[in-house]
């Protein structure tokens, strides 16, 4: 019988018998399958022990009444450090990012009131009642849907993750900056959407068979527009009216928006007022200047809509540390705009050797999946990465040949909201010191 | 080629091509799975149709910039009743309950700030600092563990309902209590809760193999506790650290909570202090009084841990209404603390025909799942109904037979805040009249 079965009355495990997959002490991720999770003893330095361990039964808040109960609940004022990085506090006249605290949140889903957002001209404050969706151009027959109207339809729901082209530009950077992962990497995040099928409502409007793609428009001041394939329309497009159970966030764009699974963020148009069925790309400002990929040598791709495959750990990660040497779990997210996540794995030792993570299930397509890995830490440096495969046979480049391929910043970057270029997916590397104090390297 | 499968420039569908599967208006299901959604035609009652259909381009919101960026964002002003229904709204010395408002929530996620709570003595500030969970009793060496000392385990992350033993008590009255589903059903939620498994804690403390029973209790002033059979830890239970994403709410445990999916809710006992593991049930007053279930006659079982199998429709639904007769979408929730739906009819002929609504996928097991069924109302009375079925064989009671087997309140039943009896699932009727207005109805 594996030690790593689950073991009643079992008693401690000596460091012997870890199953070590890969350097620098990572763990056999079969010790989180199924339901043969113990890791028992082997989990000792996580666990507190204490001979004499008895519960708290004086706390001041086990004594007193609490507080009442009120209409919508909030987090703890335990967790007021959980918010989002913000890139335009006070509102300047420029674009505003906030960017999701991922080192600091768990599981896959992202709280609504952390997902990311962009926003070109603040975030608009629409009436339900008066806002329409007009589907006009190539058409039969053009129609307009409103919240309530859109309602009343049969609605999907499905996990997805939106992320903006711009995520982890700071990774251009020729000297990786020191950042928590929710600076680096925090323009993506993941939602429960709930919306109707983009394919009825052009169905019931009557596209033109001819239509090769549609234009999609916001109703806030920005006015962003996009140009997307039909065929997207008919795989896996959204009109979402539901974020996580409940109507869109505003700066997520209530009280609708287009939701395109996979396809890079600002296509996911907000706020959504009008799609158009015409039969060339529309070229707009947002496509063939603001969301352009310079290559190197100058060009750019004229159009690059899926988000690649990329993972990224999350715990520990920099501005985390390790108090002391022992267990840990070695977690983080992963995520294809083509399809599943198929693997990831892990290496403790800067790349030299990988061990396959645990994935947490059922794993959805175009949406978050969280990988653990069990590791022992010994106490002295160690380099963590992970790298994430879909089902669509990518892997996510190491950094060198994401460099090769796509170059570095030319100008200098010194801050995490910098974007010096898009589309970056490498894996990132984080490098605990013997104090267990943790830095962004590259390696 | 089906009328239902997706087409390119289709025309308008007549109603004789609707695929009619049960009385009054229920339409196949196949509308809605796989790719084939379109419902063109068919749906054009819910489009807004409109020849001249033009966007709205100078709505104040696509004139003006928008409100700045916050650290951590908040629903639109226009969604303010969005809000649970509470019991105790000024806090005084009793029981505090708030219900989610199902009937205004989409999808199968509860937004953590609307998940049900019920606490019996206010709800606590825990400094997470200082909070830690003992388990202890009939162990080898006896633990603690903080919130940051569980972090370090390698975590699991599921999608689970909690479910009050009370809630649709409501339902026990003689007569159809006039409430939306949010009041007769809130006293459930559905979240993707993150945490340790237990039995991982149980092997590190080395539990005596002869040990049947935990007894878990809350460090809030209430201290709660309740009597755990050990083969359910080493089943599916959690210590939770995280749900949806982010660190618990306060009034839904916070720190850390045990999650036992599928059994009522004061079970997954909040503000989890300690753990002791004993050789007999404790016969605490919350197993023994508070959370009992009288049967007629007088007799009261011993335990009923597990929730039944059960769905109620949230649209439309009591305090929504039909504007026209047309096209609509019939949805709600199902769930079994047995395992997962399998099958989801619904009516709307008050039972007299049923069909096969479209599930929402993936279908996890001991969480909510979605359910639609496309219907055409023709203006006329109709009562609806949905009935809910697990894949372990267990069938949602129609509510004749539900009363049959537990009886109905014996005392008058006037407020959906009542608890006359508990593990109430029968099915649930709403009328809806030729007007639109939907009452509650049993049928």
Redesign the interface.
Known sequence: MSPWR???????LDDSALDIVAGNGLIDRR??LG?G?????A??A????????????D?P???????????????????KD???A?S????E?RT???RTPHQ????????????F?I?H????????????L???GLV???????LE??????????MAFVECAGNSAGMFAKEPLQAPAGLLHGLVSNS???GV?L???L???????AAKWLVA?G???A?LDRSVPVKKA??DALVA??Q????L????G??MRLLLPGFQGNMNVK?L??IKVINQPAYSYFETKNYSQILPGGKTWRFHFVMDVKSFIT?PSFGLSLKEP????I?GIAYSGTGRISKVTVSADGGKSWGEA?L?G?I?EKAFT?F???WRWDGQPAVLQSRAYDDGGNVQPLRAEFVAMRGEATKPVTTPLAFPNQHYNSITSWAVDSQGEIKHVYA
Request: include cysteine; charge should be neutral; charged fraction near 20%.
């Open positions: 689950r073991r009643r009355g079992a008693s401690s010790a989180l339901r999770f113990a890791i028992a003893g989990a000792g996580a666990g507190m022990t204490a001979a004499a361990a008895e519960p708290l039964i706390a808040w086990s004594r007193e009444v609490g507080a009442v109960t009120p209409p919508v609940q909030s987090p703890s004022p335990f967790e959980v918010v989002r913000l335009n506090p006070n509102g006249f505003s990012h906030a600091l949140l768990g599981g896959t889903v992202t709280p609504s009131r952390l997902h957002t926003n001209c603040g975030i608009p404050d629409i009436d339900p009642a008066q806002h329409k007009v589907i006009h039969r027959q053009p129609l307009e849907f409103t109207t859109l309602s009343r339809y049969p609605l999907v729901t499905r429960e959407w709930t099928p394919s009825v409502l169905d019931e409007a009557g596209i033109d068979p428009e109703a806030d001041a006015m008919y795989d009216i539901y996580n159970g409940e109507h966030m505003p700066g997520n209530y009280p706020f007022r009008r715990h022992g267990l840990y779990a977690s645990a947490q059922p959805h969280r653990v890995m069990p």
